[in-house]
């Protein structure tokens, strides 16, 4: 039994949707960021908790909403509805744990390094979380190497974005670094996509040392299955 994995069985179209969802998120959370810098101690808590849903759910979005074009051939996939809104929550609050450091301790330094490492790891956190909580017929094994690049990238995201927001210098610059953050987390993303492989029930094992059986199959293959189905919950 050959299962073909297939990321973009809608094309192009849920690749640019998501991104369009991380540059949203990252603009409007941002925002936020650079708002609560400038602001009074009283009202800063309540702009960095917003900045932290909105960067927080931009990304889970993102992540879902790529996740509607990956099918495999020959196994329904489902969503169990506790873990998936539990990333949700862990990229909330760790995102705010990130952004709160930054948004008291400044965008420089230590605290832009810690600011920018937690909130990277609570990106990356969610996307595995998520993935843990999907359900089909098989086995997902992730390469290390690769999921490590992945957190890697959600880290500098990360980084990179709260430093910007540090910056405050206009419109265009904002712009710009939503941008940037959204390219970033979308590449995360499928970085992290890149690290699966999927054995469906059935089929051999790959044996130690020899060539993968046709079973096996890798998340960046674009071929379109036959016969797979929809994600559902």
Known sequence: MQGTVDEFSYGLVTPLVAFLMACLGGALGLHCTTRALRVSRTWRPGWLALAAA??????????????????????????????????????????????????????????????????????ASMHYLGMAGMSLDGRLEYNV???????????????????????????????????????????????????????????????????RPPSSARCWSARSPSSSSPASW
Do not use: C, N
């Open 54 to 123: 909105v960067i927080g759910s931009g990304v889970w979005t993102m992540h879902f909403v790529a996740m509607t074009g990956f099918t495999i051939e020959g196994t329904p996939i489902h969503y169990d509805r506790t873990m998936t809104f539990a990333s949700l929550a862990v990229a909330i609050v760790m995102v705010g744990i990130g952004i709160f450091i930054v948004g008291y301790k400044g965008a420089s330094g230590t605290a832009l390094f810690t600011g920018g490492t937690i909130t990277g790891l609570g990106i």
């Open 145 to 211: 190497l690769t999921v490590a690049a992945s957190v890697a990238i959600a880290m500098a995201a990360a980084s990179t974005a709260l430093w910007a927001a540090g910056q405050a210098r206009g419109f265009l610059w904002s712009v710009g670094a939503s941008l940037v953050m959204g390219l970033a987390v979308t590449g995360m993303h499928y970085t992290g996509m890149a690290a699966l492989e999927v054995h469906v029930h059935g089929s051999a094992e790959p044996a130690t040392g020899s060539p």
